[in-house]
């Protein structure tokens, strides 16, 4: 892959810093409120939640662990999931009689949620629901239920604010669509 050029590489600007700020901030109020008084337990799971993930908990209120989980989907391509998945990290504590909300950056087929959402409901939490700062419809192939969402996008290749493309492109504050090019270069 060839060296990124972190401005010159994103088409458009699909959702500004202060929109996302926004957003997350009436995300975590609804939070608070809906989890008032229960031991909530979000899920991060990274990498490409990390930056969600740590603006979402400072807009919550209320008491609240966290864990994190790191998988990786393996058999796709760098643009496309397969859904099939690996867990590289697992929770370091129980969730067992918790209410635990998983906080994902994107859904798109559905699959790797669909799969984690199964594992962490054989963990026996009292409740397990879905917050995600994107979804991308069109591409969905098994339906899930998101609970907390973010913005609808269309169906492009976005980054930064954690997702990433190679690898890169995690740390740009804002969300952009990657220029088509790109993944097209050697
Ligand atoms: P799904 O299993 O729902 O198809 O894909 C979920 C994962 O694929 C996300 O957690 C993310 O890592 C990756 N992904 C899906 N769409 C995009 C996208 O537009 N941009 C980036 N950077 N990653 C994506």
Redesign the pocket.
Known sequence: MRMPDLVGDVASVLLTEEQIHQRVTELGARISADYQGRELTLVS?LK??LPFMADLMRAISIPVSIDLME?S?YGGTA?????L?RILKDLSKPIEGRHALIV????????????LSGYLRGKNPSTLHICTL?D?PA???VD?PIDYLGFT?PD????GYG???GEY?RNLPFIGV?RPEVYAAP
């Open positions: 799971v490409g939640s998988v989907s643009t496309e999931s397969s859904g998945v994902e950056d994107i859904i798109d087929t559905g699959l790797t949620l669909n799969y994107l991308k591409r969905r192939l899930i996008i492009q290749f976005v980054i997702l990433d493309y492109y990657l």
